[in-house]
């Protein structure tokens, strides 16, 4: 059996979130607004309009260069690429070619199976976007809102190895951009946007096999889908003897199935050269201390940092970093509660995530504040409420806004730790379930989970549930028992 081994390198086009576009002061995000009603002759590619760039581009792009470890250029060029497309009004894309912004770099991946990969990126560029068509009975319509928003393409160096990798390369890269805050980087919006070139070689093959390239794949678990289709499909034309075509295909992800769009031609000659309307971008040493001084701690860092500060598992610490917001919120609730690190971050993962998903809203929105989370977590620990009342705290602090404190006292959901209280209810229910009590005194111990739980539902979650579990204990164990034997 021969062995193949897959070799994968990613193209993303990363559209970043500045407030105007490349070359114009259009707005670069234009989702509510009518087709073409955000343009201006500069990104409709009138001919004598005069382009001049963006400095937050340039901000944002060198942000990104500077998270990835890349070297930056003092002095880049703007290229025109040169080709007809209809959505490309000027008959060229503004890009950088000969000189970049930033050149190499790489990002650490942390894969599924604990291995860290270093995934080296070849360049990043700055260029603009392009319009948008779409065919409506039959006609070709144009809407050119997106001309012109900036973009940053990265190119990795065929560092990956499986389509799992692709994918958590990806998340990673998502997480990233939106982390330092240079793009909205949402797949399904096309803020990040990718092309994956994939080739299948027998392992020990002195040369790579053929590429071929699965277009605008967009999302991540359909890049996942369609590497591993690919990477199927060359395979076995591999085992079958017959070579592989470079292909460029598309990936239906409803479908869940690759086709063909063309045979890949030879390369296309774009005739680049300098874009003689726009002056160099120049990125002075005190340009690249200021972005420097102003990054935060990435958040492969701060997981890490994580672990090792906090003593998390690397899971928690996964999670806890998956967005910036949520890794401030951890920290800022134990700069109030300065207990054990890992009982903030199960409440955290627990209820404050669960809060989130279910709201669909970030950690920096939500009305539990890190200080109402810490004061939650000490009245559990101090045994003021229960666990089960805590656990419903966090949703009447979310919907009310008030204080943990407040709420306990207004709605008088103190726990019910009273001895005499308890017993009085427990002896309620012993009386009220003969059968069950039967049961237990058979042998059938579990059953006391169930009169807790009775006494529970009784409090509305307020008892003491330990405490209640004893009294239940010596009342049937001790008192009732001579009762019973003389039943039987
Ligand atoms: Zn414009």
Redesign the pocket.
């Known amino acids: 059996m021969t062995e193949y081994i897959a070799t994968i390198g990613l193209e993303t086009h990363i559209q970043l979130n500045t407030r105007?576009?490349a070359?114009?002061?259009?707005r670069a995000d234009s989702r509510d607004d009518l087709p073409n009603t955000?343009?201006?002759?500069?990104?409709?590619g009138q001919p004598g309009a005069l382009p001049s760039p963006n400095a937050e581009m340039v901000r944002k792009a060198l942000r990104l260069c500077l998270a990835m470890h890349a070297d930056i250029n003092p002095v880049s060029y703007f290229d025109r690429k040169n080709y007809l497309y209809a959505d490309m009004p000027g008959g060229y894309q503004v890009t950088q070619n000969y000189q970049p912004i930033g050149v190499g770099g790489w990002l650490d991946v942390d894969m599924e199976d604990g291995r860290t990969v270093r995934i080296h990126i070849d360049n990043l560029h700055m260029e603009e976007d392009a319009g948008k068509t779409r065919n409506e009975d039959g006609v070709r319509l144009i809407d050119f809102n997106r001309?012109?928003v900036p973009l940053v393409e990265m190119v990795t160096q065929p560092d990956l190895h499986s389509a799992d990798e692709a994918a958590v390369y990806l998340m990673r890269l998502r997480q990233l951009v939106r982390w330092i805050d240079v793009s909205e980087g949402d797949m399904e919006k096309a803020q990040l946007r990718c092309d994956v070139n994939v080739s299948v070689a027998p392992a020990g093959a002195d040369r790579p096999g053929k590429k071929c390239e699965i277009k605008n794949v967009n999302s991540i678990e359909a890049v996942r889908r369609a590497v591993n289709a690919e990477i199927k499909r060359q395979t076995g034309e591999l085992e079958a003897g017959r070579p592989v075509e470079q292909w460029t295909i598309e990936w239906d992800d409803e479908a869940r199935e690759l086709r063909k769009m063309r045979s890949k031609e030879n390369a296309v000659d774009y005739r680049f050269f300098r874009e003689p309307n726009l002056m160099p971008v120049v990125v002075s040493e005190e340009m690249i201390r200021k972005v420097r001084a102003e990054m935060p701690e990435l958040p492969r860092e701060r997981k890490l940092r994580f672990i090792s500060q906090y003593g998390l598992p690397a899971y928690d610490a996964g999670l806890l970093t998956a967005e910036r917001e949520t890794a401030d919120y951890f920290e800022e609730t134990l700069k109030v509660y300065d207990g054990d690190p890992k009982r903030v971050s199960n409440w955290m993962m627990n209820e404050i995530l669960r809060l989130m998903h279910d709201l669909g809203i970030s950690a920096g929105a939500l009305k539990v504040r890190p200080a109402d989370l810490a004061e939650i977590i000490r009245l559990v620990e101090g045994r003021t409420v229960t666990m089960a009342t805590g656990k419903q705290l966090i949703d009447l602090v979310q919907e009310s806004g008030k204080s943990p404190a407040e709420i306990v006292n207004e709605k008088g959901l103190a726990m019910v730790s009273d001895d005499a209280a308890l017993r009085e209810i427990c002896e309620k229910i012993v009386e009220a379930h003969p059968k069950e009590v039967a049961a237990y005194l058979a042998g059938k111990e579990t059953l006391l989970g169930w009169f807790t739980g009775q006494v529970m539902r009784e409090t509305k979650g307020k008892a003491d549930a330990k405490r209640a579990g004893e009294i239940f204990k010596r009342i049937m164990n001790y008192e009732l028992e001579g009762v019973h034997n003389e039943r039987l």
């Open positions: 105007t576009k070359f114009c002061s259009c955000n343009i201006c002759p500069v990104c409709t001309a012109g």
